[in-house]
């Protein structure tokens, strides 16, 4: 919401509703009428959304693959988002596979407020990967924890 209020111009504070208060109201108003179109809309579409399921994977899979490329290269019109995409599509897999805790890994990226669409590989050495590997290191050192600590009580 803040950055929302920043786009338009406007100074977050205590002030707000005091300063801008009609541009604040009519931003409100405006997200109030969006919710209220959606629900209409999701309502009145549920019949074909429920179809969706219905759509077999085969089919359905390739469709999601191709969009995610799309919408990862047309983010910055750039191949390196779309190299970063399958390298860390690859490393998620294995995560998983390895029996990694995804709730924890997510909770642990999203707090170091990393940017992963980096537009070159330099970028990379910037601190925001940097907060990055420290969080997956952290989650890394988290599991070889217990699983060893669980291999010995199981002994």
């Excluded at 929302?4 to 100074?11: D, R, W």
């Excluded at 409100?28 to 994977?57: D, E, H």
């Excluded at 359905?60 to 019109?77: A, D, K, Q």
């Excluded at 909770?107 to 990967?129: E, G, M, T």
């Amino acid at each position: 919401m803040m950055g929302a209020l920043m786009v338009q111009g406007l100074q977050p504070g205590p002030l707000l509703f005091v300063e801008k208060a009609p541009d604040v109201y009519a931003i409100f108003i405006g997200l109030l009428l969006a919710n209220v179109i959606m629900g209409i809309m999701g309502f009145s579409l549920i019949r074909l959304f429920m179809k969706v399921v219905n759509v077999p994977v085969h089919i359905l899979l390739p469709i999601i693959v191709m969009m995610t490329f799309v919408g990862t290269y047309s983010y910055n019109n750039s191949l390196n988002d779309v190299y970063l995409m399958v390298a860390s599509g690859f490393l998620g897999y294995f995560m998983n596979k390895l029996g990694f805790s995804m709730s924890a890994t997510a909770a642990s990226v999203s707090s170091s407020s990393v940017r992963c669409a980096c537009s070159s590989w330099w970028q990379l050495f910037y601190p925001c990967f940097r907060r990055f590997l420290a969080s997956c290191s952290k989650e890394a050192k988290f599991y070889l924890t217990n699983s060893l600590r669980l291999a010995k009580l199981s002994m």
